[in-house]
T-cell receptor, first 115, second 112 residues
Framework: NAGVTQTPKFQVLKTGQSMTLQCAQDMNHEYMSWYRQDPGMGLRLIHYSVGAGITDQGEVPNGYNVSRSTTEDFPLRLLSAAPSQTSVYFC??????????????FGSGTRLTVV | QQQVKQSPQSLIVQKGGISIINCAYENTAFDYFPWYQQFPGKGPALLIAIRPDVSEKKEGRFTISFNKSAKQFSLHIMDSQPGDSATYFCAASIPGRRALTFGSGTRLQVQP
């Protein structure tokens, strides 16, 4: 049982490049979400999904796309990287309506630097 | 607009002391209030959570106090230990949103 797996752990991009941050969970969780963590700002929600084929925007969605073709995977795409997207990105998953009991399980993060 | 405001930003406590972190929220639709603990280089992990139908929840040395009328909730860490040194985040969620709104975090340092 690996939990939530994020890849890569570190990435350096040049401005304008695109890339996909991968997130996979093996707990059969319905809910998945992406957050970015910046100093002094906590974790801010980028996009979330309540199940395969269903996604919605969070607080800071601009510049990011997501899709959820399977229950297990929830990739985050940066369309044209900008220095403002330098951050640590976390993926999280939760077991549907039991999320208030078991909470959200977070991956170990992807540290992204855009130069 | 920050819907969940957390204070203090940092906190230094002596071993054996009580650590107190406070959060205030705006959205009265929030119905779930968890606290997460994060160690350097790791993702946040659920510490303890409360729903607004109770005023207090205790798990070991960790207690959440909840004041619905004031729209405030706090985390108390009793008998603080150096191993408790971490960043703590309060959070909240609304029914149907299925994602968390976080506070800005508190960096706790427990000195031996």
């Amino acid at each position: 049982n690996a939990g939530v797996t994020q890849t890569p752990k570190f990435q350096v991009l040049k401005t304008g490049q695109s890339m996909t941050l991968q997130c996979a969970q093996d707990m059969n969780h319905e809910y998945m979400s992406w957050y970015r963590q910046d100093p002094g700002m906590g974790l801010r929600l980028i996009h979330y999904s309540v199940g395969a084929g269903i996604t919605d925007q969070g607080e800071v969605p601009n510049g990011y796309n997501v899709s959820r073709s399977t229950t297990e995977d929830f990739p985050l795409r940066l369309l044209s990287a900008a220095p403002s997207q330098t951050s640590v990105y976390f993926c999280a998953s939760s077991h549907g309506d039991r999320s208030w009991v078991s909470g959200y399980t977070f991956g170990s993060g992807t540290r992204l630097t855009v130069v | 607009q920050q819907q969940v405001k957390q204070s203090p930003q940092s906190l230094i406590v002596q071993k054996g002391g009580i650590s107190i972190i406070n959060c205030a929220y705006e959205n009265t639709a929030f119905d779930y209030f968890p606290w997460y603990q994060q160690f350097p280089g790791k993702g946040p992990a659920l510490l303890i959570a409360i729903r607004p139908d109770v005023s207090e929840k205790k798990e070991g040395r960790f207690t959440i106090s909840f004041n619905k009328s004031a729209k405030q909730f706090s985390l108390h860490i009793m008998d603080s230990q150096p191993g408790d040194s971490a960043t703590y985040f309060c959070a909240a969620s609304i029914p149907g949103r299925r994602a968390l709104t976080f506070g800005s975090g508190t960096r706790l340092q427990v000195q031996p």
